[in-house]
């Protein structure tokens, strides 16, 4: 009748603490996954940025001596 009902047995302490494991074990990958991404973002930032400031620095431009011109 508690099967119809859907009462199911409850896990041994052993299957437990054995899926508490491989959760904490999952969770400590998925956080130095997340750390290694965020270095990653942190680089394309500061990429990006240098690029725009290159995109938008003055050119430079070198001063043409009289020297020069007459050459």
């Known amino acids: 009748e508690l099967q119809d009902l859907g009462v199911t047995k409850i896990p041994s302490s052993n299957k437990i603490q054995k899926r508490i494991e491989n959760l904490e074990s999952e969770q400590a990958a998925t956080v130095r996954e997340k750390q290694e991404l965020q270095k990653k973002q942190k680089t394309l930032n500061i990429i990006r940025q240098n690029f725009t400031a290159l ?7 070198i001063p043409i001596s009289e020297k020069e011109l007459t050459l």
Not at 55 to 61: D, K, T, Y
């Open 55 to 61: 995109l938008n620095a003055p050119e430079m431009q």
